[in-house]
């Protein structure tokens, strides 16, 4: 099922009835379409409750009151990103089916576990009598109060039999644990800061683009190229130098790059949309010749379309070619697909094998370590002897003791400074 891209956290905030809290959760829950709260401790939960809460865009929700001194769960949405048709409450759980605007519909279960051994079967039993009545998908999400393995207990006051139910309850409903990362990789799961609860929320987004920024490469056809040694010039002299010469190399670098990525896509562009463009209009000359003549200018553009074809045809099997980095291949032994083969099967580290200065050629470590500290140095500059010195000494400036710099810092000296910020 493709779900458009949405923000749902799930909190088990450990009470509500702290109005200090309310900025905390706002501003925390600003992003999201679908809130999950468990353990409110609120008798009470009203629409001034809620936009008090999480603020105005949560114009719906749906909630348990607390029962005593623990329990309660508020499901609270954008009613402009999402609607619930039918939604169900009851002693441990608050069930309601969402549908989203771009028709995506799905049903989701907030529980709050009960902790009394005695009502944990009838619990798990309720929850199978919830996923056999749902058709389509079933998320739930919340604190069972359960645990799957011992190691999740923090004492060693384990109920094994009550683990086990667990465990066959999970394999019989076939529920995963949202580990998106494997099975979902456009999904995103993560925990964010605990701030006013002991339990860290969870937020799930449903489906997240990850954008990762293009990397520079160079293309070794450039240089023979006409008007590539002329904005590698440019570009290199157009920054002004920097007294630190690693970051003036920096700068420089990374404006040449961007200035020869310009260039490529204005000199050479998208070779493959050139050449279905050009084979395209080749196709409606070659229609139209069934029909009439050609004029001397379709005549001649058609000609030139054919050498551009070539040209490009040969310019797309050079790059795949280079990327390859072999030369034994003679010219038509091989096609621009076994390139792309074999390029996607190459499994090589960078690595130089030679330097070249001029004449000089280099081809050891160290050969080509000098080599390149003297062809930098030559751009850079080198560093000089300072004709002059600053004495200290003489300028008669106070001294301070430094000893106590080394002097570990006392956990009194550290919880006054916190309680003084």
Same mark, same amino acid.
């Given at each position: ?237 157009? *920054? ?8 003036? #190399?920096? +700068?420089?670098?990374?404006? /040449? &790059?961007?200035?020869? %990525? ?122 000089? *002897? ?8 003489? #300028?008669? +400036?106070?001294?301070?003791? /430094? &000893?106590?710099?080394? %002097? ?14």
């Amino acid at each position: 099922m493709e779900i458009a891209n949405h923000n749902i956290i799930v909190w088990n905030v450990r009470g509500l009835n702290i109005a200090a809290r309310g900025a905390a959760m706002r501003s925390l829950v600003d992003d999201a379409s679908v809130v999950c709260l468990l353990e409110s401790k609120l008798e009470r939960v009203d629409q001034r409750v809620i936009h008090s809460l999480l603020g105005l865009k949560f114009g719906a929700f749906v909630a348990l009151p607390t029962h005593g001194t623990a329990g309660g769960i508020i499901v609270a949405w954008d009613s402009t990103v999402a609607m619930v048709p039918a939604f169900r409450i009851d002693q441990f759980y608050v069930m309601v089916e969402m549908v989203f605007g771009e028709g995506n519909q799905w049903t989701l279960t907030a529980v709050y576990g009960p902790t009394d051994d005695t009502l944990k079967p009838l619990f798990l039993d309720e929850l199978r009598a919830i996923r056999a009545a749902c058709a389509g998908p079933w998320a739930v999400a919340g604190d069972f109060n359960l645990i799957v393995e011992a190691a999740d207990k923090s004492n060693n006051m384990i109920n094994r039999r009550m683990m086990g139910s667990f465990r066959c309850f999970l394999n019989d409903m076939e529920l995963k644990e949202a580990y998106w990362d494997t099975g979902h990789p456009g999904h995103l799961l993560q925990a964010l800061s605990s701030s006013i609860s002991d339990h860290c929320p969870l937020l799930m987004s449903t489906n997240v683009s990850f954008h990762r920024k293009s990397r520079f490469h160079f293309q070794s056809y450039w240089p023979s190229l006409p008007g590539f040694h002329d904005v590698v010039a440019g570009s290199w002299n157009s *920054l002004p130098p920097k007294a630190n010469p690693f970051v003036d #190399l920096f +700068l420089r670098l990374k404006a /040449t &790059a961007k200035a020869l %990525t310009r260039w490529n896509q204005a000199k050479v562009g998208n070779i493959k949309e050139q050449m279905l463009l050009a084979n395209e209009l080749i196709l409606c000359f070659d229609q139209a010749m069934d029909s009439r003549p050609l004029s001397s200018g379709e005549t001649w553009l058609r000609k030139q379309l054919k050498k551009k074809v070539l040209g490009l045809a040969s310019l797309q099997r050079t790059i795949a070619r280079q990327k390859l980095r072999i030369s034994w291949p003679k010219a038509g032994e091989a096609s621009e697909a076994f390139f792309k083969i074999f390029a996607s099967q190459r499994r090589r580290k960078n690595h130089i094998f030679r330097l070249k200065s001029g004449a000089a050629e280099a081809t050891s470590r160290a050969g080509m370590c000098e080599m390149a500290g003297d062809y930098y140095a030559g751009l850079l500059g080198r560093p000089v *002897l300072r004709q002059h010195t600053l004495r200290l000494a003489a #300028l008669e +400036l106070p001294a301070v003791d /430094t &000893a106590t710099l080394e %002097t570990p810092l006392s956990e009194t000296l550290i919880w006054n400074t916190v309680k003084d910020m």
